[in-house]
């Protein structure tokens, strides 16, 4: 019986070598060949197609790092609706960076900094201009240019303390009673952006 079974093993085991041997010298099929008419009609045609269009081809150039630092920070500030301020000089601006807060002044080294909810100053002179940001980025380069994109500003003067503090009282009790992770998310943003603009109001 074991010697029955031993056979029949041996035969099953020649039979798939075999199999192999058969699959392994298979030819490959051949590989579909160039039409020609299709490689003559695909040159007639991209001799009139335009290259594809980047945001960088619609871009003007930056103006090269100069030699020596600028006297003034070269800034725009722009929004989803709207720019803020385009190509401005200026001495300084003071962006609310997760970090902390940044000064950044002409010569700065280049960096790209995330904004978190707090004042955003424009320093002209004796002049400043103050915004209050929700969130955003600035990207400083090299050159002495500054630019800051934000999801949301407004002037720091339009903001009426009274609503700021109701806001923040709406948003802690909500945040007290709330019994889901999203709820408690929410009221905690909110808690969040209503203290950052109390303290730019009292600050």
């Not at 594809?52 to 920070?73: E, F, G, V």
């Not at 970090?99 to 010569?107: D, H, R, S, W």
């Not at 002495?144 to 500003?153: G, K, Q």
Request: proline share 8%.
């Amino acid at each position: 019986m074991l010697r029955h079974a031993a056979h029949r093993l041996a035969s099953r085991a020649a039979a798939g070598s075999i199999g192999r041997r058969a699959l392994a010298t298979a030819p490959a099929p051949a590989e579909a060949g160039e039409d020609p008419a299709f490689v003559e009609a695909w040159k007639k045609v991209t001799n009139i197609i335009d290259p594809p269009q980047t945001p960088m081809s619609a871009m003007k150039p930056r103006p090269p790092t100069p030699a020596s630092i600028p006297s003034k920070l070269t800034v725009n500030f722009v929004l989803p609706y709207k720019s803020e301020i385009t190509n401005k000089e200026v001495d300084m601006v003071m962006v609310p960076a997760t970090t902390g807060l940044m000064g950044v002044l002409p010569g700065h080294v280049s960096t790209i900094a995330e904004l978190k909810p707090g004042v955003l100053s424009v320093h002209e002179g004796n002049d400043v201009t103050k915004y209050f940001v929700s969130s955003g980025f600035a990207f400083i380069h090299a050159n002495s240019i500054t630019d800051v994109v934000a999801v949301e500003a407004v002037p720091l003067e339009q903001i009426d303390p009274n609503l700021v503090q109701k806001g923040l009282a709406e948003f802690t009790a909500k945040l007290g009673s709330a019994s889901t992770d999203l709820e408690k998310a929410e009221a905690q943003i909110g808690v969040d952006v209503h203290s950052a603009l109390n303290a730019a109001l009292t600050g």
